[in-house]
């Protein structure tokens, strides 16, 4: 069947056709054959260069030989054992040798799993009940976050089924914007548990932090008895051997993590200061548990995967990263748009808005109908990117020089197409 069929067939047994709400988009979705390296192939018999990569997780590219072989080994000799392993350890020390912040890890399902568990740490650590995010930024699809609010009010539930109650434990201000941040914690700081925050906005496209900003924020956490989450979900193992807090040289309390950590295999993990971790279950009072947490088929490809990710790796892809942006930049000049292409490190987009973007605000005044134009022609054009102005698009090791001097020639293609020069 090909993909237009078989979105109408997952249509009738999957709620939109989709396990996951971003993966549809408009006419149908393709639907994956198989991929390999840096290349997605879909049933309808197409080739796509992948720079969505799953949403982040596969920084070695699809397939890498090294993670299936030692996956498929562990395979033989069982999948889930309900009882500790020797890799466990492993791939725990990995994590605290990498991430600054870290002295013990728990590991857990999923990025969302692990927010919410730090997010109740934080609470059950400091005996406080309120919490801040940023708006736009999103930490899994659990209650506690998935909420919206105006500065210093209480937030309202972002989806239907979150009861208020809960989302009023939440604050939200904007990301960048030191005063909204220090007048919330002047008016209610007694109560604050913890601010959870994605370093880069990788959510709302990719927003970097301005010069300054996550020294302000650490401040004035610390200053307040607030524990401060960077959620590495995206960022960790991905901008530099220890994630984001090395690349910014900002050190949080508390970091989770998902993606890259399960080698992409279904993982996360939170990791923190012993003195905080200590007061998990069944150590301390705080419950946290899970049937398939330290599961030897993704801790086998967490480990797998780290391994191979050295100073040199970073080096080489944060290369890539600038070879392929430097190249969007010429395109842009060139042809004159009124766009903002932004990144870092091996993250990357195009905001179709004149205007720098340094919050939720500045993104959502993007012309996201034109982004969907410049999505599908890049598709036609060979390259898979989130059909999403509000995601972020990702390069992997796999990715040689060739894909990305395509890429940024479908990048060309696909913006003349965007701004009506063509197609
Ligand atoms: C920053 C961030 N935090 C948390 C999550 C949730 O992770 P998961 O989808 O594995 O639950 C995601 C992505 O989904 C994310 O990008
Ligand atoms: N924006 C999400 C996380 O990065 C995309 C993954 C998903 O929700 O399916």
Redesign the pocket.
Known sequence: MFSKDLFQESKKFIPGGVSSPVRAFEPYPFFVKKASGSKIYDVDGNKYIDHCLA?GPLILGHADPKVVREVSNQLTIGSAYGAPTENEIILAKEVVDRIPSAEMVRFVN???EA?MSAIRLARGFTGKDKIIKFDGA???AHDYTLVKGKPGEACVPDTKGIPLDTAKNTYSVPFNDEEALSDLIQKDGDNIACLIM?VVM??IGCIEPKKGFLEFVRKITEENNILLIF?E??TGFRLARGGAQEYYGVTPDLTTM?KIVGGGLPM?AFAGKKEIMELIAPNGPVYQAGTFSGNPISVQAGISTLKQLDDKFYKDLERKGNFLRSNIQSVIDEQGYNITPVGCGSMFQIYFNPAPVYNNEDAHNSDAKRFLRYFRALLKEGVFIPPSQFECNFISSAHTMEDLTQTAEAIEMALEVAFKKKG
Do not use: A
């Open positions: 949403y999923s990025g969302g927010t999103y930490h899994g994605e990788g959510n959620d979900v995206i998902g996360g």
